[in-house]
């Protein structure tokens, strides 16, 4: 499997036990990850971790470390965005008036 698909179905599979919210997983814990365990270099999780956020299947936030003051990088996934429902709107025929085709009308 390819490390972009190794990436997004572990940020997949982290979820918090009790809302289901994707959790956000820290770039230097997927570093490691990428080294330890999947057999790829830091380097190419970082730019595949780009390569999925620009695909929108990703999503990156920034947040300031208070110790060292540096901006570090955030990842989760990012859930299709729910569709509407739409309703469907029932137009009796008398409203619609004459303009009924032929084998519509009784």
Known sequence: MSLKNTILNYLKSQHDPFTGCPLWIHKGHLGK???NSW???NENMGRRCRELENAKQIERKLEKNPRTGIWEA???FQEAPQREQTK???IPLTILGTNIP?????
Do not use: F, T
């Not at 032929?102 to 009784?106: D, E």
């Open 33 to 35: 990850l990428a080294i």
């Open 39 to 41: 057999g790829y270099e």
């Open 88 to 90: 469907q709107v029932d």
């Open 74 to 76: 955030l990842y989760r």
């Open 102 to 106: 032929y084998n519509l009308k009784q």
